[in-house]
């Protein structure tokens, strides 16, 4: 516990990150804490080491922590860079839109602004979150759709069976053994379906 007090005297974020990931137990509270440095982690981080003290009398208000570097300057220089380049543009898109002689013009032009906005919202977003946690909200991943393999089988089945209905077919022997197939693989994809 002697290096609780030590770090409690002199508490540097970095510092109290890894002696909280060697003698704390809170596997939550150690993820929380390597997110990064921002007023509520320094503020619990404090807590969950005074706590561990045996002796809590000497350290009874928290200390003032160095604010956290600058590392960011240059991102949010760029957000607000990129913001008020979407700002131009609305204006441009407002002027234009109030120019604008047809209604396929003032159409495109009211499309693009409210793009712009959708722009300009996600900038103001991720400002906020940079300067509340210190770090760009995470990217979201973009969900893949899949197609079961019966519907998939259907869709086969029934352009195959319209190909058959053609009477110019060239290859007629080689679609009904497609077409059997697919229809024997769904027979069997349906009977695993309904054991399961």
Known sequence: MERVRKWLEDPAYDD???LYNEIGSNDFLKSIFRQGENEYNRKKLFDELYDLLPEKSEFSEIPEFPAP??????????????????????????????????DA??????FQILRLQRKKQNILDDIDH???HGTLPPATK????????????????????????R????NRDKSQKL?????????KLREEANHV
């Open 16 to 18: 109290g990150v890894r």
């Open 69 to 102: 570097g600058k590392q960011n300057d240059f991102l949010l220089k760029k957000l607000r860079h990129d913001r008020q380049q979407v700002y131009r543009q609305i204006d441009a898109n407002m002027f234009a839109l109030r120019q604008a002689r047809s």
């Open 105 to 110: 013009s003032r159409k495109e032009h009211a």
């Open 130 to 132: 940079l300067e509340l």
């Open 142 to 165: 973009k969900t893949e759709f899949t197609t079961p393999e019966i519907q998939r089988l259907y869709v086969q089945i029934w352009k195959v069976r319209k190909r058959l209905e």
């Open 167 to 170: 009477t110019d077919l060239r």
């Open 179 to 187: 077409l059997d197939d697919k229809l024997a693989l769904l027979k």
